[in-house]
Every structure is written in structure tokens, then in C-alpha cells.
């Protein structure tokens, strides 16, 4: 469910979903992990209805890595 006052934010995509849950389990922080997803997808010109989740895993987690 949505926290109030996210109306007008697009619904999260299941893969989406997917990465996050994984970037958390790896002990990334929230944020942090859905602005690198983002931007994995933005890299990637990934972000379709079924994008390759393997490859934004890594990128995003390349990503994340460097930011450390």
C-alpha cells in the first residue's frame, strides 16, 4: 500500500519491486536503492513492462557500490 500523499506517483512495477526488495536484503537503504534502480533503468533504456531484472541487479548495485 501507498503511504498517504502519494497520489499521482505511478504504481511500482513488479520488477521494480523485485530489485528493491533485493538491494534490502543486501542492507541498502530504501532511497538509496530506488534511485539506483532508477538510474539502472535510465542506463540500461531498460524500463519496460519486463526489463532484464538480472542486469539492473548488477547495475544497480554497481551503482550503489560506488556511492558508498
Avoid: H, N, Y
Amino acid at each position: 500500500g501507498g503511504a498517504p500523499g502519494t497520489a499521482g506517483i505511478t504504481p511500482v512495477a513488479p520488477w521494480r519491486d523485485q530489485l528493491l526488495q533485493a538491494l534490502a536484503g543486501l542492507g541498502f537503504p530504501g532511497k538509496d536503492a530506488a534511485d539506483a534502480v532508477e538510474a539502472a533503468a535510465a542506463d540500461t533504456g531498460d524500463a519496460g513492462d519486463a526489463p532484464d531484472v538480472a542486469v539492473l541487479l548488477r547495475r544497480s548495485i554497481q551503482l550503489l557500490g560506488r556511492s558508498r
